[in-house]
């Protein structure tokens, strides 16, 4: 009998198990364009363009294989998964007449929480036997990863990496981590020299498919953040094997010295900007790993460069995905600092004087991408240090960057940046005044505040909040073994000098909360 095979909008992969034992002669694959997954937030207009489009070419390239696919458009007005699974079974097919009896639905497991409850209650809403099959992209199971969560009172990203390693035998030599180390983060955190120019990052000119989504989403999400001007991003797997090829010969070598470094106007740097490819399915993480081993293997790029790289794909990658099934969904109701005041207007028009968090804003809007560090240090530093409430900035994140799906953004935002997770995620905050921001990039130099100034008019704000952070939530933090030495700087301070903090934080959230420009 015929089985109808849903592949969801981020499983663009021919080895997709959801496409295994299929039999083209019977089976029917069924893609999908849905109101409820363009708009469960309004995601960056380039964000769609980039998801419909990739859908839409991954849809024509099975059809070239021979296979039978029913691809419905936005233009259909289908709400959600239910709606279009349910017309399958209903609606006459062209040919004879009569609905297709299909023996079952077979779908891949999810990215999200959300469509998980949803693909799992078509078994009762439509009364049909649904198959829930595995996502093999990942390199640890959903069970592998609780296994080695199983009794550890904390889980460190930095273990499990190590334990990764081992099992797939990367970077490792004698069953050692090949140059006697696990870890060379010491040696990436370089700012980038002023003479140094990042070579312009591979992008492609959109095709008839992409220049129509274009179109349709100019006029059907207007109201959508973000820019659609110049959207350049590969929308097949032979564009994202080209921008991977690019990476590695390009920019890996510089990778890890400059992992952390941020620069006026250069939003690019020497980062991959592979993820929202590594995401969709349009690359698997092991091809990528492999890649970047091969060229340490042939001394195209050095050590510090490619371990750094490998770690956020095998380590990071794969550790926010096993926590985010490990701890949902009560992880998305976490709020450990008890945080609540709402994202501030300048986080969409980025019209702030605060010359870094304007530069970070401006580079999402454009192009729905920041890297790491912005994202972290910039954006996320602010939000932890101001407060702002973990379910908005979730949203913000997991709107406004094409890499963004629940089981990456959500760990990372309420985990990493917010510490709302209380510290499953990281040890301690990642909080930072100005003095940070200001040694990895040149921001600081174009900006009204003056980052060595600690209090006063003209004081960097990062430095008063940094503080009034720390005093604000003593009580939760202060028994964070790793937060003991901030602590006891804190208590050196005058009461006067903790008073003039307390103010100034004081005086500058009411501007914030007033929606004066900061
Ligand atoms: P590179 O810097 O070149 O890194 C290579 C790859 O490593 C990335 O493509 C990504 O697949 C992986 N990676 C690196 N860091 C992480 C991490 N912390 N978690 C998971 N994977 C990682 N990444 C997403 O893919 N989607 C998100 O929605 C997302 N939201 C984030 C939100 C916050 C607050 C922070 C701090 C980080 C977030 N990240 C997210 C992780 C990281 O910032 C992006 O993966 C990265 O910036 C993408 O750009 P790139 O491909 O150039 O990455
Ligand atoms: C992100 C996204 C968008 C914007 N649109 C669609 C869509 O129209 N149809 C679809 O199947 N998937 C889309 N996606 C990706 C889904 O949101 C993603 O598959 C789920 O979040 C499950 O991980
Ligand atoms: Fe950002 Fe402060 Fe530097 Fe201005 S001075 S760019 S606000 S860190």
Redesign the pocket.
């Known amino acids: 009998m015929a089985v109808l095979r849903l ?5 663009l992969n021919d080895h997709i198990t959801s496409l295994q034992d299929i039999d083209p002669a019977q089976d029917r694959v069924l ?4 109101t409820e ?2 708009t ?1 937030v309004p ?1 960056h207009k380039k ?2 363009v980039f ?2 489009s990739a ?1 839409r070419h991954f849809a024509r390239d099975l059809q070239k294989r021979g296979l039978n696919v029913h691809y419905d458009s ?1 233009d259909e007005n289908l709400h959600s ?1 239910s709606d279009a699974v349910k017309k399958q079974f209903t609606a006459p097919d062209p040919i004879t007449g009569q609905p297709v009896a299909f023996e079952k639905l077979v779908v891949t497991h ?3 929480y ?2 998980l409850r949803q693909l799992k209650a078509l078994k009762e809403e439509l009364n049909i036997p649904v198959e829930i099959r595995p996502d093999h992209r990942f390199l640890a199971t959903k069970k592998q990863f609780a296994d080695w969560a199983q009794g550890r009172k904390q889980l460190r990203m930095e273990l499990f990496y190590r334990q990764m390693r081992k099992n797939l035998n990367i970077l490792m030599q004698d069953g050692e981590p090949v140059g006697g180390q696990w870890n060379y983060d010491q040696e990436n955190r370089k700012a980038l020299p002023s003479d140094l120019q990042p070579s312009a990052p591979l992008g492609f000119k959109p095709d008839a498919i992409t220049r129509q989504v274009i179109q349709q989403v100019s006029e059907r999400f207007p109201q959508h953040f973000g820019d659609l001007a110049d959207f350049h991003y590969g929308v097949t797997r032979a564009q994202a094997l080209q921008v991977l090829e690019h990476f590695i010969s390009q920019r890996l070598p510089r990778f890890g010295d400059y992992q952390d470094a941020m620069k006026q106007d250069q939003p690019w740097l020497f980062h991959s900007h592979i993820g929202l490819y590594l995401n969709i399915g349009l690359l698997t993480p092991m091809e990528v790993i492999r890649a970047a081993e091969k060229a340490w293997q042939n001394q195209a790029a050095p050590l510090n460069a490619v371990e750094g790289f490998i770690r956020q794909i095998l380590g990071w990658r794969e550790y926010v995905r096993g926590l985010y099934w490990l701890k949902m969904p009560d992880y998305k109701k976490l709020n450990y600092l008890n945080a609540k005041r709402p994202l501030p207007e300048f986080y969409w028009s980025g019209k702030t004087r605060m010359n870094c968090l304007s530069q970070c804003v401006k580079q999402t809007k454009e192009h729905a991408y920041a890297h790491h560090i912005q994202r972290l240090m910039v954006l996320g530093n602010f939000a932890l240090l101001t407060g702002l409430s973990p379910d908005e900035v979730n949203d913000w994140y997991l709107l406004v960057y094409a890499d963004a ?3 990456v953004e959500l760990p990372n935002v309420s985990g990493m940046i917010l510490f709302a997770d209380g510290g499953y995620l990281g040890s301690k905050p990642y909080a930072a005044g100005g003095a940070y921001i200001n040694r990895m990039s040149d921001y600081c130099k174009h900006c009204t505040y003056k980052v060595k100034e600690k209090t006063g008019n003209h004081a960097c704000p990062f430095n008063y909040l940094y503080w009034d952070f720390l005093d604000r939530n003593k009580e939760t933090l202060k028994g964070n073994p790793r937060m003991g030495l901030v602590y006891k700087n804190l208590d050196r301070m005058s009461d006067a000098q903790v008073k003039a903090i307390r103010m100034q934080a004081d005086s500058f959230l009411r501007k914030l909360d007033a929606g004066e420009t900061v």
């Open positions: 592949i969801l909008g981020d499983q893609m999908c364009e849905l997954e363009t469960y995601h964000k769609l998801f419909l859908m936005l998964f999810p990215g999200e959300r469509v799906l629940e089981w």
